[in-house]
């Protein structure tokens, strides 16, 4: 199927050695590192792991899981002092993100089966999220789901879920996966005092590793959450 060529650059590159003090706790490295970085910029928001949170925050925290066949997801929630807040959205790579073309004419076919692409994703999300304002850049196209009025009752719920599985605490993989079909997820944390961020490849519910374990339930809560949003659309 069509969106089945979400972008293979994704998937391709997965894991990386930490062999710095930085990396112990942001293991995110190369094509996901500038995945997650261009997902904030097309967002119009600060990166986590390089900004400080506003006056009043308590932490925030971005989960993006998919990275493979059908779209890639992302939820944040931001804890301050009067509730929580949060959003979801979906975001897919521009097709041409890292091409190089041999010509002009090359380049010309790459922009029209890109405009095509992005035509098909707009109505992907239109129909499957009722997401329609769509935010571009040249490497990133990000989609925020509209606020709901009764929404910070259900972002407290989801982030109380999430503490229960220790969110904060979830070691990074200890094996070093990749490939170019299948899932992950990327969780993001900020609190005034640190950054943290790891990544699960192809993480299962039911694993002898408690950290994979952990990783899989939290998209799954993720997963529902989004599902419950959908269904009141």
């Not at 650059?9 to 062999?19: D, H, K, W």
């Not at 571009?136 to 109380?160: E, H, K």
Request: hydrophobic share 40%; charged share 25%.
């Amino acid at each position: 199927m069509a969106l089945g060529r979400i972008s293979l650059a994704i998937a391709v590159l997965i894991g990386g050695s930490a062999c710095d003090a930085r990396a112990q706790t942001d293991p995110i490295h190369g094509i996901f590192r500038h995945v997650l970085t261009e997902v904030a910029v097309a967002s119009e928001l600060p990166r986590l792991d390089s900004a400080a949170l506003l006056p009043g925050v308590r932490r925030e925290i971005r989960i993006y899981d998919g990275f493979g066949f059908g779209g890639n997801r992302v939820t944040r929630l931001v804890e301050h002092t009067h509730g929580v807040d949060g959003q979801f959205g979906v975001f897919w790579p521009s097709q041409n993100w890292m091409r190089v073309y041999s010509s002009p004419a090359e380049e010309r076919r790459a922009r029209d089966e890109e405009r095509a692409w992005d035509a098909r994703m707009s109505a992907h999300v239109d129909t499957a999220y009722d997401c329609h304002a769509i935010k571009r850049t040249r490497a990133m196209r990000v989609c925020w789901l509209p606020d709901r009025p009764d929404g910070r009752v259900a972002w407290a719920q989801l982030l109380a879920r999430l503490d229960t599985l220790g969110i904060d605490s979830i070691p990074s993989q200890g094996r070093q996966e990749h490939g170019v079909d299948g899932w992950g997820i990327i969780v993001e944390l900020r609190t005034p005092a640190r950054y943290r961020a790891y990544f699960y490849y192809m993480p299962d519910s039911i694993s002898a590793d408690a950290g994979e374990r952990a990783s899989a339930r939290v998209a799954e809560a993720v997963w529902q959450a989004l599902k419950r949003r959908l269904a009141g659309m």
